[in-house]
């Protein structure tokens, strides 16, 4: 059990990067054919193939966790990062309620009207200065984008304590020009789970984690 009343024992720090920034939409012309003895004219339209920008990274995720936080009254209760872009220093980690945070956005520029672009990208954690001991469930980083959990599937669940090095997930966002926009949110959160002392461990040490989102391929898609 926890007995230094009143000291900081961990402090995890999530920090979300952007490795690629503009990501250029790929499209195809369409072409018919007329058959036939007729004069007929044949009118083509190309759509406007755009730009697919991601933003908004540099964001900084801070949890931190008192002896009573993790006092076995408190088993089970799950504690949750705070937002602290630019503040420097954080109070305690909320509780009981998931607190998720936009880390990047996709977004269109200069699209066409109506016109759906389908692009790809990655997103990697890394554990840049990692904690040691942490058990199954003790520390986890919760990602909410389109498709990151596979085709259909928006959210997707890292254990920290698997993370050796780093760990990928990848999606694909669809975008409606001209101005679509698309977001990949990040949330993380520490289960007090001391039975019997079980997390003692973990007392003062601190971890550092990197998000980096990575662009890919874009398609434009036909229009009706």
Do not use: R, W
Request: hydrophobic residues 30%; charged residues 10%; negative net charge.
């Amino acid at each position: 059990m926890f007995n230094k009343k009143n000291t900081m024992i961990l402090t995890i720090v999530a920090v979300a990067t952007l490795l690629v920034a503009v990501v250029g939409a790929t499209f195809a012309y369409f072409s018919t054919g007329i058959g036939g003895s007729s004069t007929t004219k044949a009118t083509v339209t190309t759509a406007t193939p755009g730009s697919i920008i991601i933003s908004g990274g540099n964001k900084t995720l801070t949890l931190k966790v008192s002896v009573s936080d993790m006092s076995p009254t408190n088993q089970g209760q799950k504690y949750y990062a705070l937002d602290t872009t630019g503040t420097g220093e954080s109070n305690h980690g909320v509780a009981g309620t998931s607190q998720m945070y936009s880390i990047a956005k996709a977004s269109v520029e200069n699209g066409g009207e109506g016109v759906t672009y389908s692009c790809g990208y990655t997103v990697t954690v890394t554990s840049t200065s990692g904690m040691t001991g942490l058990t199954e469930g003790d520390l986890v980083l919760e990602l909410e984008a389109k498709d990151i959990g596979g085709e259909g599937a928006n959210t997707k669940t890292i254990d920290l304590a698997n993370l050796t090095s780093s760990s990928s997930a990848s999606g694909t966002f669809s975008l409606t020009g001209p101005n679509g926009t698309s977001e990949i949110k990040a949330g993380l959160y520490l289960e007090n789970k001391n039975d019997n002392g079980g997390q003692n461990n973990l007392q003062g040490q601190s971890g550092t984690y990197t998000i980096s989102i990575q662009g890919g391929d874009c398609t434009l898609l036909a229009q009706d």
